[in-house]
C-alpha cells in the first residue's frame, strides 16, 4: 500500500502481524495448504505445471552455466595455451552451446514470472469474489458476532499475505530447493571430499541461525510489547488531547510518553541488533566456508587428487556460492508460507461459514382483483398477493398482502440459553402505528430483527397476513417491508442512486418525489451538484438528519406496506428532528409501521403502545390509557425516573 | 524536509556516521577475497606453491572474519540510529503537538496524529535503517567490484561497464512504468475494500432491500477491473528478473571468450578470468538491490513528509510576552466577537457576539445544531482565538493571561470528554494534582457521581480502561464534571455535559452547583430547556448570533425559537431512553 493512503482511510486492518519475530503458529497447516492449492489448481493447474518446469529449466540452465566453467578451463583454456596455433573453433562452439541454454533459462524465467501474475492475481480475484458472493448470502448474526475490523482484515492482510505466498514465497522455495538439489549433486560430483567441508560449513550457518533466532526472539517480543504499550499510549493520549489541554495537563502526559518511547527505543534497539546481525553472519560464514574450500581444493588441484583440476575448482567455488544462499532463505521462505496460510485459515473460515437458509416457498406476486377473486398477472397492478402452493396437494392460493402482523407468544434469544424477548403477543392490523418504548436493553430493537427474519425466532409464531413468515421466501418478505434503522447506511454513490437503493428501476422522477415526500428535496438541491452529488465514507459530509432524511427517502421509494423504523438517538437539534419527524409521518401514513420510539411526539399519537422491560411486555395501550395507568410509561413520559 | 528530520538524529550522529564506515569495511573485505582467490589458482595451484596457498587462505580467511566483525558492528550501529532516530521523531512530534491549540489538532484529526506518531514513524525508521546500511552496501560494492574489475583487466571491465549501464537503465524504465501503474491501481484497490467496509457495516440496509445480488454484480466487477490493472503492472514487473539474467548471462559469455582468448594470449591468468566471474555476480546483484532499495525510499517518502508537518507546525495560541498570573474574578465578556475555523472562509461562525456576565452568574446556552454554542465558550479558555473584537474575563483580554492561568481558573468539560486510564482517583487528580481523598470524594459528591462509585467493588479505586469503557455515558460525564470542579476554577464550562444523566440527577447537580460555589461564574450548554430554566440567564444562539438573552420567563414572552425549544419538550424529558442509559 503506497503510505500516502493511510490517513485517509484506516481500514487496512490491524497491522500488528509484523514482518519479523517468532513464527505464527498454525494447526493443521498441511490441510490448509492442500486446500489452497486445490483453489489454484482448480482454474491454473497447467498453468502451474508450466511454472514447475519454468523453474526447473531456469536452474538447470544456471548450473550447467555454472559446470561449464570446469570444461572451459580444462578442456579449452589449458590445452589452448600449450598449442602453438591456438584453433578457437571448438571454443566458439562450446560457448555458443552455453548460450543457448543461458537464453531459453532466460526465456523460462520470463515465462515463468509472467503466468505466475496471472496465477496469483487470477486466485486472488476468484478468492476475493468467492468470499464476498459467499458473505453477502451470510446471516446477519455474522456480521452481529465478528467484529467487523477482523472481517476487512480478511480482504487487506490476509489475502495480501496470500499474493506474496503464491507470486513470491512459492516459486522461490521450489526454486531454492531444486537450486540445492541440482547444486549439491553437481558438487558431488566434482568432489566428494569438498563437498563434505561445504556440507559441514553449511551446519555451522543453520547453527548461528537457530541460535541468533533463539536469542532473539526474547528482544522481538519485549519490542512488540513496548511498542503495543506506546501505540497504545499515543492512541489515548491523541484521543484526549483536547482534555489535556484544557487541563494544562501537557508535561505531566509528556513525561509519561518519554518513559515509554526510551523504553521502546531500547527494546528496539535490541531486537534490531539482532535482526541486522543474521545477514552478515551468515555471509561471512559462506565466504569462510568458500575460504576453506578454495585452500583444501588448492592443495588436491595441486596434487591432482582423485583427478581434481583447476577447472572443476573453478566450477566448485562457485557452487559452493550459490549453495548457501537458497539454504539461507529457506527459513525465511518457509516462514511466509506459513504466515500466509495463517491469512488462508481466516479465510477458508469466512468461507466455511453456514449461509442463511431459507426454506420458504410462499413468494410475493402482482395480482389483479376481478370479481373478489385474485389472480396473479405479469404486468404491474400496484396490487400484491402471496402466492401460497400448498405443500400437501399443490394447489394454489392468494392472499392479497395488506401489512397484517401478529406477533404469538415469540420467544426469542440471541445465544439459545440466553432469552432476550418472552412471549410476546402482538397484533398489527394494516395501516396501524405501533411504537415500542422502554429503557436500553429492554429488547425493542431486537423486535426488528424478527419481522424481517434477520434471526429467526425460538419458539411461537409471527404470521403475516395470517401466514407464518417461516414459509414465506426471506426475499418476498423483505421486499415487502421496509426498513428505517437507527444509524443510516449510505453508499459510496450520488444521492441519486442511494436513494434508488430501495428500488432499482426507479426513474430520476420517482426519486425526486421519494425525496420530496421524505423533506429531502430541500437540502438535497442545496448540494454543490444536487442529486448528483457523490457522497462518500457513510455520507461523511452530511448532517445526521440529513443521512436520516436520505434513509426515509430510500425507504419511500420501496414503498413497501410495512415499516420497521427505528427512530435515530443521537443528538438531532429540535428544529431538524421536527423536518424529519414530518417525513416519517408522511411515509408512515397508510402502511403497518413499527416504530421503536425515543421522542414523545411519535409515541402520542399511535394506535398501540408497547413498553417493553427485560424482554417482556409490561404495558400496553394508547397513550391516554397508558397515562391514566400510572405506570412504567407514565415514569418513563414524565421522566421522574429514579436512577438505575 | 531532509532538515527538519535530520535534526532529530541528534546523540546519534555519531552512529550513524560509523555505520556507513563499517559498511564500507565490510564491503572492501569481500571484495579482496575473490582477487585473493586468484592468487592462490594463479601463484599457489598452477605455480605449484603450496605455502602460498596456505598464506593466502589465511589472508582471506582473516579478511572474511573482519568482514564478519564489521558488518556485526555496521549492524548494531545501524540499529541503534535507527531506532534512536525513532524515539527522537517520536519525542518531538509529541512535544510539538503538546503545543498544538485545538485548531492546530482539528488540522491533523485525532487519526492522523496517530498514524504520525505509529506507522509513519516506524516507516522512517526502517528507510533510515536502510539509508545507513544496504543504501551504502550497494552502491559501494558495485564500485569496488567495478574498480577490481578495472584493476584486473580494464578491457573487460569495459563490458561490466556498459551492462551497468544497459541493465540499470532498463530497471528505471521498468521500475518507473511499474510504479505509475500501481499508483493507478492502488487507490482502486482501497476503493474495493472501502466498499467491502461498506457492506460490512451496512448489511441489514442490502438485506432488507434484498440487494445480494446487485452487490455481488457491483464487486466483481470492481474485483475484475482490479485483476486487469495489477496484472498490467505486474507483467511489467515480470522483466525485471530475465534483464538480470540476460544481461549476467552476455556477460559471463563475453568474459569466457574474450578471456580465454587474452589467457590464451597470455595478458590474463586463469585466476584472474575466475575473479572477473564473481565480481560479475557482485555488480549485477548490487544493482538489483539498489533498484529495490530505490523503491523502498521513494515510498517512505509519503511518511516523511507527513512528519514534516507535525514538526514544523507551529501553534497559533501562544502565551503573550509579559503574562498575567492573577485572573481577578469570573467575569465575562465578549466585545464584538467574530470568529471562524478556517481563516479562509467567508462566512463567520459566530459574528459580532456582545456579552457581559457578572462573576458568580449562571448562564443557560441553548440553541440548535450547528448554532455555535461549543465555539462560543472554546474562547472563554482561549482554546481558539478570536478573528476580531475581543474576549476578557476578570476585566482583562484573555491573550494577556498566561495559558496556564487562564485555563487553570476557567474549567471546561467538553462535549467529548475522555477519561484516562487509570483509578478513578487518577482520573480525578487531572484536576488537582494534590487533591486529597477527601477532596476527591467531596467533588464527586457535588456531581453525583458518589453515589455510583461507592456502589464500584473497588469505590475510587476502580480502574477506568482505556477511553473510560468501562462506565456508562452518564458516569462518564458526572466523572468529568467532578474532574473539572477539582480544579476549584473562577469560572465552569459544562458542554451538553449532562445528557445522559437523567433529569432528576441533572437538577441535583444544579443544585449542588448553586449552594456548594456559588461564587463560581457557571455556563450550562444544553439541549433539554429544564437544565437552563433555573438559570439566572438564558443566551438562545442561532446560527452564530445571539437571538435571545434573559431569564426564562423574558425569553418565553419574546423569543420565538426558545419558545418553540420549549413547547417541544415540555412534558417530559423528551426522549425515553435516556433514563435507562445511567
Known amino acids: 500500500m503506497p503510505a500516502g493512503t493511510q490517513t485517509a482511510k484506516p481500514i487496512h486492518g490491524p497491522g500488528a502481524r509484523g514482518p519479523r519475530g517468532p513464527r505464527p503458529k498454525v494447526n493443521h497447516p498441511e490441510r490448509l495448504l492442500l486446500r489452497l492449492l486445490q483453489k489454484i489448481l482448480k482454474n491454473y493447474g497447467a498453468a502451474c505445471v508450466v511454472v514447475v518446469l519454468c523453474i526447473v529449466i531456469s536452474v538447470l540452465a544456471n548450473v550447467q552455466g555454472t559446470l561449464f566453467m570446469q570444461t572451459l578451463i580444462d578442456d579449452y583454456i589449458l590445452p589452448l595455451t600449450r598449442q602453438a596455433n591456438p584453433d578457437f573453433s571448438g571454443l566458439a562452439h562450446a560457448i555458443s552451446r552455453v548460450a543457448c541454454f543461458y537464453a531459453v533459462g532466460a526465456a523460462a524465467a520470463y515465462l515463468q514470472t509472467r503466468i505466475l501474475v496471472n496465477v496469483s492475481q487470477g486466485t486472488l480475484r476468484n478468492l476475493r469474489n468467492e468470499m464476498f458472493l459467499h458473505m453477502e448470502e451470510l446471516p446477519v448474526r455474522y456480521f452481529d458476532t465478528h467484529s467487523h475490523g477482523d472481517i476487512m482484515s480478511t480482504y487487506t492482510n490476509d489475502i495480501d499475505t496470500l499474493r506474496m505466498m503464491i507470486s513470491q514465497s512459492i516459486p522461490q522455495f521450489l526454486n531454492s530447493i531444486i537450486t540445492i538439489v541440482s547444486v549439491f549433486v553437481s558438487m558431488l560430483r566434482l568432489n566428494i571430499p569438498l563437498t563434505l567441508i561445504t556440507l559441514a560449513m553449511i551446519g555451522v550457518t543453520l547453527f548461528s541461525t537457530k541460535k541468533i533466532g533463539s536469542l532473539s526472539a526474547k528482544y522481538f517480543i519485549e519490542q512488540q510489547k513496548s511498542l503495543a504499550a506506546v501505540n497504545g499510549h499515543i492512541e489515548e493520549m491523541m484521543n484526549g488531547q483536547k482534555v489535556v489541554k484544557v487541563f494544562t495537563h501537557e508535561e505531566k502526559s509528556l513525561e509519561d510518553f518519554n518513559r515509554l518511547n526510551d523504553h521502546l527505543y531500547e527494546s528496539a534497539k535490541n531486537a534490531n541488533t539482532f535482526g541486522n546481525i543474521l545477514m552478515p553472519v551468515n555471509a561471512q560464514i559462506g565466504n569462510i566456508s568458500y575460504v576453506l574450500c578454495a585452500i583444501a581444493g588448492g592443495i588436491l588441484a595441486l596434487n591432482g587428487v582423485g583427478g581434481f583440476t583447476l577447472g572443476g575448482l573453478a566450477s566448485f567455488l562457485t557452487f559452493n556460492k550459490s549453495f548457501s544462499q537458497p539454504i539461507n532463505q529457506l527459513s525465511m521462505q518457509l516462514n511466509n508460507i506459513v504466515m500466509a496460510l495463517a491469512g488462508s485459515e481466516r479465510i477458508f473460515r469466512l468461507l466455511d461459514e453456514k449461509p442463511e437458509t431459507d426454506n420458504g416457498y410462499v413468494t410475493l406476486v402482482c395480482a389483479k382483483k376481478e370479481n373478489g377473486v385474485l389472480t396473479e398477472t405479469e404486468e404491474r397492478t400496484g396490487l400484491w398477493a402471496w402466492k401460497h402452493i400448498h405443500q400437501a396437494d399443490g394447489s394454489v392460493d392468494y392472499v392479497e398482502l395488506k401489512g397484517d402482523v401478529v406477533f404469538d407468544d415469540v420467544d426469542f434469544g440471541y445465544n439459545p440459553d440466553k432469552t432476550v424477548l418472552h412471549n410476546v403477543d402482538l397484533y398489527a392490523t394494516p395501516g396501524q402505528k405501533i411504537a415500542f418504548v422502554g429503557s436500553t436493553g429492554a429488547g425493542k430493537t431486537t423486535i426488528t430483527n424478527l419481522i424481517n427474519r434477520f434471526y429467526d425466532i425460538q419458539d411461537g409464531k409471527i404470521r403475516y397476513d395470517g401466514i407464518n413468515i417461516n414459509k414465506i421466501k426471506k426475499a418476498d418478505l423483505r421486499h415487502s417491508l421496509g426498513i428505517v434503522l437507527q444509524d443510516t447506511h449510505l453508499f459510496t454513490a450520488t444521492v441519486m442512486e442511494n436513494i434508488r437503493y430501495g428500488k432499482l428501476d426507479a426513474t430520476d422522477e420517482e426519486v425526486i418525489a421519494a425525496a420530496k415526500l421524505a423533506n429531502a428535496d430541500a437540502f438535497i438541491q442545496q448540494l454543490p451538484d444536487g442529486y448528483q452529488t457523490l457522497l462518500t465514507g457513510d455520507g461523511a459530509n452530511l448532517s445526521q438528519g440529513q443521512r436520516q432524511l436520505l434513509a426515509i427517502a430510500r425507504a419511500a421509494i420501496a414503498d413497501p406496506p410495512v415499516l420497521i423504523l427505528d427512530e435515530a438517538t443521537s443528538s438531532i437539534d429540535t428544529r431538524t428532528e421536527k423536518i424529519v419527524q414530518d417525513g416519517m409521518d408522511k411515509l408512515m401514513a397508510g402502511r403497518t409501521t413499527f416504530v421503536i420510539a425515543h421522542r414523545l411526539s411519535t409515541v402520542k399519537n399511535s394506535d398501540c403502545i408497547i413498553v417493553l422491560e427485560q424482554g417482556r411486555v409490561i404495558e400496553r395501550g394508547n397513550h391516554d390509557q397508558l397515562i391514566a395507568a400510572k405506570g412504567k410509561y407514565y415514569q418513563l413520559y414524565t421522566g421522574n425516573l429514579a436512577e438505575t | ?582
Open chain 2, 1 to 582: 524536509m531532509l532538515k527538519t528530520l535530520g535534526a532529530q538524529i541528534k546523540e546519534f550522529k555519531k552512529d550513524s556516521l560509523i555505520t556507513p564506515v563499517f559498511m564500507m569495511l565490510e564491503v572492501i573485505m569481500e571484495t579482496i577475497i575473490p582477487l585473493m582467490m586468484a592468487s592462490i589458482i594463479d601463484d599457489g595451484v598452477e605455480a605449484g606453491n603450496l605455502r602460498h596457498i596456505y598464506v593466502t587462505g589465511a589472508f582471506m580467511a582473516a579478511a572474511a572474519c573482519f568482514s564478519l566483525f564489521c558488518g556485526v558492528m555496521g549492524g548494531k550501529f545501524g540499529a541503534k540510529a535507527s531506532t534512536g532516530f525513532a524515539r527522537n521523531l517520536r519525542k518531538a512530534m509529541y512535544e510539538n503537538i503538546q503545543t498544538f491549540s485545538f485548531s492546530n489538532i482539528d488540522k491533523f484529526s485525532t487519526a492522523g496524529l496517530v498514524t504520525r506518531l505509529t506507522t509513519d514513524v516506524t516507516n522512517l525508521q526502517n528507510a533510515y535503517q536502510m539509508l545507513l546500511r544496504m543504501c551504502v552496501r550497494s552502491p559501494f560494492t558495485l564500485i569496488c567490484a567495478m574498480a577490481m574489475a578495472f584493476f584486473i583487466s580494464p578491457k573487460l571491465a569495459v563490458i561490466y561497464l556498459s551492462a551497468v549501464i544497459v541493465l540499470g537503465t532498463i530497471l528505471a524504465v521498468i521500475t518507473v512504468n511499474a510504479h505509475r501503474y500501481f499508483l493507478q491501481a492502488f487507490p482502486k484497490y482501497d476503493d474495493l475494500n472501502a466498499s467491502v467496509q461498506e457492506n460490512v457495516s451496512a448489511i441489514r440496509v442490502v438485506k432488507a432491500y434484498v440487494r445480494e445480488d446487485y452487490e455481488k454484480q457491483k464487486f466483481t466487477a470492481a474485483s475484475q477491473n482490479i485483476y486487469r490493472m495489477f496484472q498490467k503492472a505486474e507483467n511489467i514487473l515480470a522483466f525485471n528478473n530475465p534483464a538480470m539474467m540476460l544481461t549476467v548471462y552476455s556477460c559471463i559469455i563475453a568474459i569466457s571468450w574474450l578471456g580465454a582468448k587474452m589467457i590464451v594470449g597470455s595478458t590474463l591468468s586463469t585466476g584472474e578470468l575466475m575473479s572477473l566471474l564473481s565480481y560479475c555476480m557482485n555488480i549485477m546483484m548490487s544493482l538489483m538491490m539498489l533498484s529495490m532499495v530505490f523503491v523502498m525510499l521513494t515510498m517512505s517518502i509519503a511518511s516523511a513528509e507527513r512528519i514534516c508537518e507535525v514538526l514544523t507546525e507551529t501553534s497559533d495560541i501562544v502565551n503573550p510576552e509579559n503574562p498575567e498570573y492573577e485572573i481577578a474574578d469570573g467575569s465575562i465578556s465578549f466585545s464584538h466577537v467574530t470568529f471562524r475555523y478556517n481563516k479562509t472562509s467567508a462566512a463567520p461562525v459566530l459574528s459580532d457576539i456582545n456579552l457581559s456576565i457578572k462573576s458568580g452568574e449562571t448562564i443557560g446556552i441553548i440553541g440548535g445544531t450547528g448554532s455555535s454554542k461549543s465555539s462560543l465558550v472554546s474562547l472563554i479558555s482561549r482554546l481558539y482565538d478570536v478573528d476580531e473584537g475581543s474576549v476578557s474575563v476578570g476585566g482583562k483580554d484573555v491573550r494577556s493571561y498566561d495559558l496556564d492561568t487562564l485555563r487553570n481558573e476557567v474549567a471546561v468539560v467538553l462535549q467529548n470528554n475522555v477519561l484516562f486510564s487509570g483509578t478513578i482517583y487518577d482520573n480525578l487528580r487531572w484536576g488537582d494534582p494534590n487533591a486529597t481523598d477527601e477532596e476527591c470524594r467531596h467533588a464527586c459528591a457535588l456531581a453525583c457521581a458518589d453515589e455510583f462509585i461507592e456502589r464500584l467493588p473497588d469505590k475510587y479505586h476502580t480502574y477506568i480502561e482505556q477511553g473510560g469503557t468501562n462506565v456508562s455515558g452518564g458516569q462518564k460525564q458526572r466523572l468529568c464534571i467532578a474532574r473539572a470542579l477539582l480544579k476549584k476554577p473562577k469560572i465552569l464550562i459544562l458542554d451538553d455535559s449532562t445528557s445522559a444523566v437523567d433529569t432528576a440527577t441533572d437538577a441535583k447537580i444544579r443544585k449542588a452547583f448553586a449552594e456548594e460555589i456559588p461564587g463560581t461564574t457557571k455556563l450550562i450548554i444544553a439541549q433539554r430547556i429544564s437544565s437552563v430554566q433555573n438559570a439566572d440567564r438564558i443566551i438562545v444562539l442561532n446560527n452564530g448570533v445571539i437571538d435571545g438573552f434573559g431569564t426564562h420567563e423574558e425569553l418565553l414572552a419574546q423569543n420565538e425559537i426558545y419558545r418553540d425549544v420549549y413547547e417541544s419538550q415540555t412534558g417530559g424529558s423528551g426522549d425515553f431512553d435516556e433514563g435507562g442509559v445511567s
